[in-house]
């Protein structure tokens, strides 16, 4: 990775203030929903992890209400039946934060933590979470595979190496090497419409996976 410092640790505190319309969002979602998380999701796996999966950003009543990245999101249910199906965790999936999954040699974090109202963040709020998403790079020097779900994902580490997003185009299943010797695999995002519409299927997204366990020699 070229060096990008920042004094930021790799998880943002609960209550980040870096981005106003996702504070205020947060303000109303604890005043409606008090027993919820509304807080900053932190990654969640293995501290030691080979794969960092890069999501967009938690869901309203997922993430945002858990505590865990896709957890309780409808993106969840196949992010974690095939990692758990591709050797990448081990347990059960519940869509619970205490349901005893574990992760494998593997990460899981969102290019932006705060839930953004409509599942959008906007392109400053994507800029201001990159910080915590270098830093979550950077402390994770064992990444060899960043495997980003989705265009926001992937064009957000791209810059994350200060690369060009023209010269990298986002599509299922790129590949390309990054300068600190880690692959930037990406893959369209697990969500409702792009499973619906059959633009992902389990098995394109599936392949997705294996080729990352192929590409880590496991
Ligand atoms: N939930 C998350 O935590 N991230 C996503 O990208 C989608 C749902």
């Known amino acids: 990775m070229t060096e990008v410092q920042t004094e930021f640790p790799a998880e943002a505190p609960l209550n980040c203030d870096l981005c106003p319309r ?11 929903h008090p027993g919820w998380f509304n807080g900053a999701v932190p990654s969640f796996g293995d501290k030691a992890a080979e794969l960092l999966v890069i999501g967009l950003a938690p ?15 409808w993106a969840g249910d196949l992010l974690y039946e095939t990692m758990l199906k591709c050797g990448f965790a081990e347990g059960t999936y519940a869509a619970r934060p205490d349901d005893g999954l574990e992760l494998k040699g593997a990460m899981v ?11 959008k963040p906007n392109g400053s709020e994507v800029n201001q979470c990159r910080n915590y998403l270098n830093s979550r790079i950077e402390a994770l ?4 595979i960043l495997l980003c779900l989705g ?13 060009k997003v023209k010269d990298h185009p986002f599509g299922h299943g ?5 300068p600190g010797g880690q692959i930037l695999l990406s893959s369209y995002h697990c969500s409702r419409y792009n499973t619906n519409t059959r633009r992902l299927t389990p098995e394109m997204f599936e ?8 590409l880590l020699g496991r």
């Not at 974090?109 to 599942?119: D, E, F, H, L, Q």
């Not at 790129?174 to 990054?178: I, V």
């Open 22 to 32: 996702l504070v205020a969002y947060r303000s109303k979602n604890r005043l409606e």
């Open 59 to 73: 869901g309203v009543t997922g993430a945002n209400k858990t505590g865990r990245p896709f957890t309780g999101d």
């Open 109 to 119: 974090t969102n290019a932006v933590r705060c839930v953004p109202p409509k599942n």
């Open 141 to 144: 020097p064992t990444a060899k």
């Open 151 to 163: 265009k926001i994902s992937h064009d957000s580490t791209l810059r994350a190496f200060d690369l």
């Open 174 to 178: 790129t590949e390309y090497a990054l």
């Open 207 to 214: 392949d997705v996976f294996n080729r990352a366990k192929e």
